[in-house]
């Protein structure tokens, strides 16, 4: 059965697991004792962070491992507010950051700081121009993933990190999605990642504190990990993570070049292989293992099942695949289609063979799904009324889109439909048909219960 959600976590690289099994005996015991077990525990480590900092293009004494991505993503953030407190309390991310920023930004304002979010374009990405003009006197951390997790758009970190030393404030990278490929370039001062995105064992982390950025560790002091990361070390979890890095890195140009094919091939071919598909997400500056595409008047949860039936272990940013029923808010940062979104993120090994059975599959699924939940097969042409209202209340997306497609033909060119709907995604995926299909998004009216959809015909 093809994996095909890396993005996600990486199945355990062949040689984390080695140099797993082959620590567990050697570096159990507390790497901070003198005796002879201790010395060895702390060769391991030792070794491990040289070899983790090598990969990262850090210093050793720069890099201390944590219990996850989100924990260094969140220990990075609260040490660096901390340590420029005396310049303020504002931070700087973008709008499509991982949810750990985001929370730990939230948690800030909650705490009275403030936090300016930088908008993105159609394809994911910031501008240099929007971080630099967002920057004040009192920022105090600016935060940049390095490539986005549901999308694989790149983002002009280098760009960034410049305009951020140029206005003395420290920037933080997520580099949990990248840093398998190969390092981060520009001056960034902190950095995060996670292990298990590159086949490492979950419940390891990377942070990086560059020499010279003020930085405050916070909750009680602790003696391990320079303060960082309180708690003993998984040695060999620790271990098999920076193995693994190492190795991933070192195949990582050849394989970048094999896996971008397959998702060129996926890219290219999908929108004429499903109507109505959405390819979201930069086609050059992107990450090589992954693409992404929306498709109309489809439940992405349900998509993802019938894939699932027929061998395929995919991801999704749909409204639909959350508990709290909203869209995925980097979809809706972008402004793109929230539908029947598909993320697929290739391992490293996947073969053609694979990904041609996944074109095969896709066409039927997607067909057997609108068919399901009554899609339109095609716009109709009879036009009866200047203006019809689409009564949606308590319908689910893409339902209320489905409605809108199945009237829009009933109204003559210029005439309106308004479509009333409680469902968040409709806010999203409305605007998001009218560009698909050539038709004019008026705006969003109050209704006495939920919004109105105003669509004004044009073709």
Known sequence: MPYFDVASSAPLHPVARQALQASLDEGW???????REGRRARLLLDAAREAAADAVGCRPDELVFTPSGTRAVHSGIAGALAGRRRVGRHLVVSAVEHSSVLHAAAALEADGGAVTEIPVDRSGAVTPAA????????????????????????????????????AGAPLLVDAAQSLPWGRVAGEWSLLAASAHKWGGPAGV?????????????????????SGRAPGFENIPAVVAAAASLRAVQAKAAAESARLRELTERIRARVPGLVPDVEVVGDPVRRLPHLVTFSCLYVDGETVLHELDRAGFSVSSGSSCTSSTLTPSHVLKAMGVLSEGNVRVSLPRGTQEADVERFLEVLPGVVAGVREQLGAPAAPTTRARSASLVVD?????????????????????????????ADDEAARLDIPAWCEMRGQEYVGEEPADHGSAYVVRRSS
Not at 137 to 152: F, M
Not at 208 to 223: C, I
Not at 409 to 414: A, F, H, K, N, T
């Open 29 to 35: 015991a507390d790497p901070a004792r003198l005796y």
């Open 131 to 166: 971080y630099a003009a967002a920057l004040r006197p009192d920022t105090a951390l600016a935060c940049l993933q390095s490539a986005n997790h549901e999308v694989g758009t790149e983002q002009p970190v280098a760009d960034v990190a410049s305009a951020c030393r140029g």
């Open 205 to 225: 982390g990377l942070l990086v504190v560059r020499k010279g950025v003020r930085f405050a560790a916070q909750g009680p002091a602790d003696e391990r990990e």
């Open 392 to 420: 949606a209340l308590g319908k689910r997306c893409p339902l209320p889109v489905i409605e809108l497609a199945k009237v829009i033909g009933d109204v003559p060119v210029g005439g309106t439909v308004t479509v009333l």
